[in-house]
């Protein structure tokens, strides 16, 4: 009878194992602020490197085969022309917007709650420690490229050049626009991996896919 009873908990808990490990994959995701940088700051290998991390992290979460782009504007170019038209959606199914014009009006989801990384865990936000809401764009509102505002393309990690950031919590120091803007709240206070925690950062930044 013991080893009945033994069996069918080992059972159980490979179930549960195995239904742990299928809950953190998300094929038909197509969007995720990653769970990590590239760890060299704002230099994230350009918006090659970037793409590349994007893909490598979906993978993860099986959804490696979609193009992902990250959603990063240089000098010449817009982070909203690199994404497609959508609908895009997190691991947990929420579609955070259906269109570019919805992603770029006050009706997107993208919040604490929505804005997940690849594997669908919630990104450190104001009021955690440490605080992880700094999320690299070098876009205005429109996500349009902000001239100068990009850790020189995304190839530095440099002190003195900046890079601007959205909240993906929508949170910030003052209750205005930009505080709760998911992509354009404020540059940087560097573009090193020991700067961009000085403003709430840590070289994150959000991942499309095309559709």
């Given at each position: 009878m013991n080893r009945l009873v033994t069996a069918i908990a080992a059972?159980?808990?490979?179930?549960?194992?195995?239904?742990?490990?299928?809950?953190?994959?998300?094929?038909?995701m197509t969007f995720f602020i990653t769970s990590v940088g590239p760890?060299?700051?704002?230099?994230?290998?350009g918006l090659a490197g970037a793409d590349a991390h994007c893909?490598?992290?979906?993978?993860?979460?099986?959804?490696g085969d979609k193009t992902w782009?990250?959603?990063?504007?240089t000098d010449s170019v817009n982070?909203?022309?690199?994404?497609?038209?959508g609908p895009w959606q997190n691991a947990k199914g929420v579609v955070i917007a259906a269109n570019?014009?919805?992603?770029?009006?006050?009706?997107?989801?993208?919040?604490?709650?929505?804005?997940?990384?690849?594997?669908?865990?919630p990104v450190n936000g104001r009021g955690d420690s440490p605080n992880r809401h700094d999320i690299l764009t070098?876009?205005?509102?429109?996500?349009?490229?902000?001239a100068g505002m990009n850790c020189r393309n995304w190839t530095s990690s440099g002190a003195d050049d900046k890079g601007f950031v959205g909240h993906h919590d929508r949170i910030g120091l003052r209750d205005d626009a930009p505080s709760k803007s998911w992509v354009a709240s404020h540059p940087s206070r560097g573009c090193g991996a020991d700067d961009l925690p000085k403003s709430g950062g840590n070289g994150l930044f959000y991942c499309m896919a095309v559709q």
């Open positions: 059972a159980g808990l490979a179930i549960g194992f195995a239904q742990g490990a299928a809950a953190q994959m998300a094929p038909d760890g060299k700051g704002g230099d994230l290998g893909k490598a992290l979906a993978a993860t979460a099986g959804a782009r990250a959603y990063l504007s982070a909203r022309d690199r994404i497609g038209d570019l014009a919805e992603l770029h009006s006050p009706a997107n989801r993208i919040s604490k709650a929505n804005g997940l990384d690849e594997r669908g865990n070098g876009s205005n509102a429109e996500g349009m490229a902000v």
